[in-house]
């Protein structure tokens, strides 16, 4: 040891690290056997134990999550105070939050809203319906009514919309609506009876506001539909679609067809380019042309439009 670390109170340094030849292991350094070490066998009694306790971390935890799910679902700031109704005409507010149930005042977290627009289309006039949650308590319902667009004759007298879809028993509360009769439903039900008011409705819903112009639309067992039209009340025979393009032309002519047919039981609108009429005393007279005529025999053939003379 220096004189300078028996001065300082040091221990004396370790000798050197004796290095044998080949890098070998120093005798004294070598266990004289190798300590085995054994894995601990956990008894039945241990795993016990350890399932006692992962049981009860478990009941904890849901526990904590159930108080906490308990104490969300009481709160009176998350029940349901206010509903805004939009694109309801001819429901009132009151009727759309009835068709709701009891909603109003159940959590708004708790409610099932596939459920709630399911009570609001079993309302006839409800074609659809959305139901929104606005946090904390209030509802967005938007209800899509159906648009009456006729009177359908059937067992009784019922508003009708573009689908066929019978809507409510003409009455009191309906009687301000001032549309054409959809007959022919009388007497079939079923499918029979939808698919007539469906085509009934396609047609009016094709014609738009010309549907002002119908009084009433008739179905014939042949599977045509007749229009009686307001006014002079004449009588078309449309056939297939396009309707509104076949009552545009008729009243483009309809003065004209009035002086040349005063006599016409109906007119037949289901050739193109053609308005044939049938007189209540002969056969079909091609009464105008809306395009370039054809040669013809008959005498008794009317006007054509502009376009073709």
């Known amino acids: 040891m220096s004189e300078r670390s028996r001065r300082r109170g040091l221990p004396p340094a370790l000798p050197p690290e004796i290095a044998l030849p080949g890098g070998e292991e120093p005798p004294f350094l070598r266990p004289k056997s190798?300590?085995?070490?054994?894995?601990?066998?956990?008894?039945?009694?241990?795993?016990?134990?350890?399932?006692?306790?992962?049981?009860?971390?478990?009941?904890?935890?849901?526990?904590?999550?159930?108080?906490?799910?308990?104490?969300?679902?009481?709160?009176?700031?998350?029940k349901v105070g206010r509903?805004?109704?939009?694109?309801?005409?001819?429901?009132?507010?009151?009727?759309?939050?009835?068709?709701?149930?009891?909603?109003?005042?159940?959590?708004?977290?708790?409610?099932?809203l596939d459920a709630l627009k399911a009570r609001l289309r079993s309302s006839p006039w409800v074609a659809d319906a959305t139901v929104r949650r606005t946090l904390p308590d209030a509802l967005q319902v938007e209800v899509h009514e159906r648009v009456p667009?006729?009177?359908?004759?059937?067992?009784?007298?019922?508003?009708?919309?573009?689908?066929?879809v019978l809507i409510e028993l003409f009455g009191p509360r309906t009687a301000g609506f001032d549309l054409p009769i959809v007959r022919g439903l009388s007497g079939v039900v079923g499918d029979t009876r939808r698919d007539r008011a469906q085509r009934a409705g396609t047609l009016l819903a094709d014609l738009g506001d010309l549907a002002a112009e119908v009084s009433e639309v008739q179905y014939e067992e042949t599977g045509d539909l007749r229009v009686v039209l307001r006014g002079a009340g004449e009588v078309l025979r449309v056939g297939a679609p396009p309707y509104r393009k076949k009552l545009l032309r008729f009243l483009g002519l309809r003065s004209e067809l009035a002086t040349r047919c005063p006599r016409a039981e109906y007119f037949d609108l289901r050739f193109r380019d053609r308005i044939y009429a049938k007189p209540s005393d002969g056969e079909h007279v091609r009464a105008a042309s809306t395009?370039?005529?054809a040669p013809h025999r008959n005498s008794q053939a009317a006007a054509s439009s502009g376009r073709g003379r």
């Open 149 to 164: 667009l006729a009177l359908a004759e059937a067992d009784g007298l019922y508003l009708m919309d573009g689908d066929g």
């Open 83 to 112: 509903v805004d109704v939009r694109g309801s005409r001819f429901l009132s507010e009151g009727e759309v939050r009835e068709l709701l149930g009891p909603a109003v005042g159940e959590n708004i977290l708790g409610l099932n």
């Open 34 to 78: 190798r300590t085995r070490v054994r894995r601990v066998r956990r008894g039945w009694l241990g795993w016990g134990v350890t399932a006692l306790q992962g049981s009860g971390i478990a009941i904890l935890t849901m526990t904590a999550l159930w108080a906490g799910y308990a104490r969300v679902m009481a709160s009176d700031r998350l």
């Open 291 to 293: 395009g370039t005529p």
